[in-house]
C-alpha cells in the first residue's frame, strides 16, 4: 500500500485547495484536456489521472509531500537588493514582484528547507515556476547558496527541484551572473564529499539548465519534462524546420545521456531514499518509517507490517 | 567603411566632402580644399558627439559591428608562436570557438574566444560565433590543460550567444556551458577576460567567469539580447531600444554594477574606426590584468575568483 494513501492524503488536500480559488475546482489537462477535479489531482501529486503528464506543483506542497510526515523547516535566505536596475518594462518590476508574492504566498521563486525523508536528513531547495517563470535572479541564486551552505554544514545531501523559464530578465546581467554564483555553490557541497542530486521538473530551461541543474552527481527528471537550453520556438526559428516528437523531453535527454533516470512523481521520494542513502553510505532505509498518524489504528496482532507504519525509530 | 544606422548624417558629409574632391580632381582648376576641410572637420566633431553619448541601442549595433576586430584578429597581433589546438576529443571541432597556446610577450598563454568571422564564407564556417557543445568542451579541454602546465588563461568573449540548433541540444548544450562555466571557477591558474564585442549570455559566461574581466567601452553583455527581451516582455522585437535601455547591458552600467572590473576606450568612433589603436589597447589591459594575478598562489587565484562571483550583486545601480 502507498503510504500517502493511508497516511498523509488528508493533510494534501486541505494543502492544495488553499493555494487554488474555491470556485476553480476543475483543471484542464493542458496535455490531454480532461477535466480533473482539484480533489482527485491533488491526491494524485498533481499529475494528470488521465494521461499521466506532470503539472506543476508549488514547492511548499512538494516539501509536504516529500518529507516525513509533511514536516520540514524553512532555511532562511537572505534578501537581495530589490529591482537593482530599476527595471520597467510594460510593468514596473517590483510590481511583477508583489503581483507574484500574492499570487504565490511565497517570497520569492525558490524555497530551501532541510528535514528527513524516510529518516534520511537532508537540505532540499525547490524551484517555484508559478513565481514568474521561476526565473533565476539574485534571490534564487541566494536561496541555492544558502542550501549549499546548510547541506555543508550539516553535512547533508542537497536535493534541488528545478522548475524554471530561464533568467530573471528584471534583473538584467545580475541574473546572468547566477549562473557562476550558483556554481560555486554546488561546487561547495560536491567538494564536500556531498551528494548533490537534481530533479529536473517541467520545464527547467535557459541559464538555470545550463548552470546548476546540469552539474548534479545523478540528475533525475520527471516524466515529460521539457529540458533545454535554447526553446524549441526559438530553435524552429533558427534553423527554420519542424522539430521531432518528444524533442527536448525527459525522455529525450535519457536517451541521449543528459539524465541518469525519468521517475514518476509518486516514486520519487524512495527513489531519492535510496540514492542519497547508497551515495552516504547509510543502510538502506526501513520501509514504511512514518511518525505514527494522528489516530491510529489499534494493532491487530495478525495485520501485515505494511498496512500500518511501524515505530517511526526502527531507522538507523 | 560600412556606416550603422545611426551614423546616417556622418555618411552624408563625408559622402559630400567626397564628392568635393573628385569634383576637384576633375577639374583641377576648382578649389574646393577650404570647403571641403570644412566638412571633414564637421565630420570629426559630428563623430565625436555621437559616440560620446551612444545610446545602449546604439552600442549593441557598435558591438556588432562587422569591421570591429575580432578573436583571431587580437590573437594574430597580439601572440607569438601562436598553435591553434583543435577538437574537443569527442564529437568535432568547433570553428565558432578559436583555442589554442601562443606567447604573450614571453609568457606561455592559452587563448580561447568566440570567432565571428569576417565574410561570408568565413561567418557560416564559423557559425557566426554562436559555439556548439563541443566549442565549450574544446575550451574545458584547453583550461584544463592551462591548469596542469600554470599557463594563465584569455578569453575573448565575441558571441551573439550559445547556438539554438537541434544538434547543439542533443549533444547536452546546457551541460557543456555549465562545465565550461565550472570550469572556469576551478582553474588555479590566472583566467582574464575581455569582451570584445557581444557578451550573449550563457554563451559568454561560460568564457567569461574570470578572475578579471575588461570590456571595451562600446562592447556589450547581457542575460539576453535586446530583441529578444524586447519580444518576451513588450511582446513586441521592435521595441529593441527600451529593452537595451532597461537591460543596463552597457560597459559603464556593467562597472557600477561590479560585474565587469575595467572598460577599455576605444578610439573615436568605435573600434571599427582603428582597429589596430583597439587591439594595441586590449593587449595593454590583457598584459596588466595577467601580471597583477601572476603573484597569487593556485589557492588564492580559485579562493578569489570564487568570492568575487560570490559576492557579485550586492550592490544595485543608483537611482
Ligand atoms: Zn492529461
Redesign the interface.
Known sequence: MNWISNYVRPRINSLFSRREVPENLWTKCPECGTMLFHRELADNLNVCTNCDHHMGISPRDRFRLLFDGGIFTDVPVPQ??T????????KRYPDRLKAAQKATGEAEAMLVAEGEISRTPIVAAAQDFSFMGGSMG?YV?NAI?AAAERAVALKRPLILFSAAGG?R?????????Q???T???V?MVKEAGLPYIVVLTHPTT??V???????GDVHIAEPNAL????GPR??EQ??REK?PEG??RAEYLLD???LDRVTHRRDLKEELVRITRLLMGLPPAIAGDLPKPEEPEPLAPAEPAEAAPPKADAAE | MQYLEFEKPLAEIEGKAEELRAMARANPETNVEKEAAALDKKAADMLGTLYKSLSPWQKCQVARHPDRPHCKDYIEALLTDWTPLAGDRNFADDQAVMGGIGRLDDRPVVVIGQEKGHDTQSRIERNFGMARPEGYRKAIRLMEMADRFSMPVVTLVDTPG?????G????????A???S??M???IGVPLVSVIIGEGG??GA??FA?ANRVAMLEHSV????SPEG?AS???KDAEKMR??AE????TADD?KQ?G?IDRIVKEPKGGAQRDRTATIEAVGREVRDMVEKLSGLSRDEIVRER?KK??N??????A?
Open positions: 537581495p537588493t529591482d537593482p536596475l530599476h527595471f520597467r518594462d510594460q539574485m541564486g547558496i533568467a530578465m528584471q534583473e538584467g546581467i545580475l541574473s546572468l551572473m549562473m557562476p554564483r556554481t560555486v555553490a561546487d535557459g541559464g539548465t545550463a548552470s546548476y541543474a546540469m552539474l529540458i533545454c537550453f535554447a526559438v530553435i533558427t534553423i522539430l524533442f527536448q541521449h545521456g543528459m | 550559445a547556438y539554438p540548433g537541434k547543439a541540444e542533443e549533444r547536452g548544450q546546457s551541460e556551458i555549465a562545465r562555466t565550472e572556469c571557477l576551478k549570455s550563457g559566461v561560460a567567469t553583455y547581457s542575460v539576453i527581451c518576451i516582455l513588450w527600451e529593452a532597461a537591460l543596463r547591458l556593467l554594477l560585474v570564487r562571483f560570490l557579485m550583486g550586492s550592490k544595485g545601480l537611482a
